[in-house]
Nanobody, 115 residues
């Protein structure tokens, strides 16, 4: 059973930075891609960033230039580093993994950008 455990959310001041982590546990043959979505209150869930194994990384225009997505192979953890945070970055952030024609999701972590 594949599980995704997220951490790193919280309250951040505008202009601040944070790092979200998503640790993969369980047996999985091969990963196609992983990334983060976010959902603000009353809005749809939108892609923030994703990376394809053997492919590239893409970012939403809203976070491009101030976000970096990496995968730590030793820790089996996907990392999303975000800086210059804005109030509109406030949302629940969900990690996902796509493998063997199936999506797996984390439980979500709240990020609140406020003074």
């Amino acid at each position: 059973q594949v599980q995704l455990q997220e951490s790193g959310g919280g309250l951040v001041q505008p202009g601040g930075s944070l790092r979200l982590s998503c640790t993969v546990s369980g047996s999985i043959a091969s990963i196609n891609n992983m990334g983060w979505y976010r959902q603000a209150p009353g809005k749809q869930r939108d892609l923030v960033a994703s990376t394809a194994w053997g492919g590239g990384t893409q970012y939403a225009d809203s976070v491009k230039g101030r976000s970096t997505l990496t995968f730590d192979n030793a820790q089996n953890t996907l990392l999303l580093q975000m800086s210059s945070l804005k109030r509109e970055d406030t949302a629940v952030y969900y990690c996902y993994l796509y493998a063997v024609r199936r999506h797996y999701w984390g439980q979500g972590t709240q990020v609140t950008v406020s003074a």
